[in-house]
Nanobody, 116 residues
């Protein structure tokens, strides 16, 4: 059974940092492209960052470039999202995604709230 379990969300003040983690099981992790998405209330889910399986090429949404960093540890079957200089508009539920060919798996999400 495939499981993606996110952790690390919480309530922080503007300008602070958080690191999200997503631990995967039930898949050959190193062969999957991994991504973080987010969904704010009343908005569509959007891609935040992605990292490819082999070459580790990273892509970011324009809104988070320079502030967020995606990374993966294939030995730990875990993908991370380091979020710095957080803004209120980063408030959302953050979801981990694993994708390869027609296989597409999602985590349950973790809430990130940025508020003073």
């Amino acid at each position: 059974q495939v499981q993606l379990v996110e952790s690390g969300g919480g309530l922080v003040q503007p300008g602070e940092s958080l690191r999200l983690s997503c631990a995967a099981s039930g898949i050959t992790f190193r062969t999957y492209g991994m991504s973080w998405y987010r969904q704010a209330p009343g908005k569509e889910r959007e891609l935040v960052a992605s990292i490819t399986s082999v070459s580790g090429i990273r892509n970011y949404a324009n809104s988070v470039k320079g502030r967020f960093t995606i990374s993966r540890d294939n030995a730990k079957n875990t993908v991370y999202l380091q979020m710095n200089s957080l803004k209120p508009e980063d408030t959302a539920v953050y979801y981990c995604n694993a994708r390869k060919d027609w296989y597409d798996y999602w985590g349950q999400g973790t809430q990130v709230t940025v508020s003073s």
